[in-house]
């Protein structure tokens, strides 16, 4: 019964609010506070996490780990010597469920590593509760945004031993061939895409950073196929006819 009394006198505060004063924009207020928690990420200062996190905070990070709050807050420490940088957090958009939100945004990290030139963004999904002490983080999830790799310029002689079909499995092939001095590649039943080089025998396609065809050669140097790997994976595909 006193939870009762004391959870209805907790809810007629905000209601009565909201009837004489407008309400903060909750958008703006997430968005603050979780620059505010960027920024102590590049500060080194675990105090701002320890504010913003709920004693029950759950955080998985870009690489699979799951984090309590404890390991969050103690994580935070200040940049080592050498390294500097700033994080914003960009396209930031807020789904507001009343007591809870939800908010997705881009973490834009631009880094210097001893002189040298980093620029690096996470797409983050947070959800936020509202409670007496203002909005607590009580769930993140980091997701690492993947861009293409620099790509080296082949000539039209160090493409060529890459041209012909090959073969993955019965009635599945790809064929790379030259178009306007380029490299292209098609899967039967596919749309042709661009190949370009990361490094001689190291292919990707624009706009998939996930992939990469690496060329396998024999013992004479000559081209007996692919693997395209994703990740650790790969799909081998054969040469056709062998050379």
Known sequence: MRFTILFAAALAVPLFAAETTPAPDTAAILHTQTQELLDAITHGTPEVWDRYLDEHAVVTAEDGTVATKAAMVKDIKPLAAGVSGD??????????????????????????????????????????????????????????????????????????????????????????????????????????????????????????????????????GKITGFVERREAWDLTWTRTPAP
């Open 87 to 220: 994080i914003r957090a960009i396209d930031f958009n807020v789904v507001d469920h009343g007591s809870v939100a939800v908010a997705t945004y881009v973490s834009d990290e631009h880094e210097t590593y001893h002189g040298q030139q980093l620029h690096c963004q996470y797409r983050s999904t947070d959800t936020w509760v509202k409670t007496p002490r203002g909005w607590r983080l009580i769930a993140s999830q980091v997701l690492a945004l993947r861009t293409d790799p620099p790509a080296i310029t082949l000539s039209a002689q160090q493409s060529a031993p890459y041209l012909g079909t090959y073969v993955l499995a019965p009635g599945i092939t790809y064929e790379i061939r030259q178009r306007d001095g380029k490299l292209e590649g098609q899967r039967n039943g596919r749309p042709a895409e661009s190949l370009l080089a990361e490094s001689p025998d190291v292919f990707f396609v624009p706009g998939s950073p996930r992939y990469r065809k690496i060329f396998q050669r024999d013992a004479a």
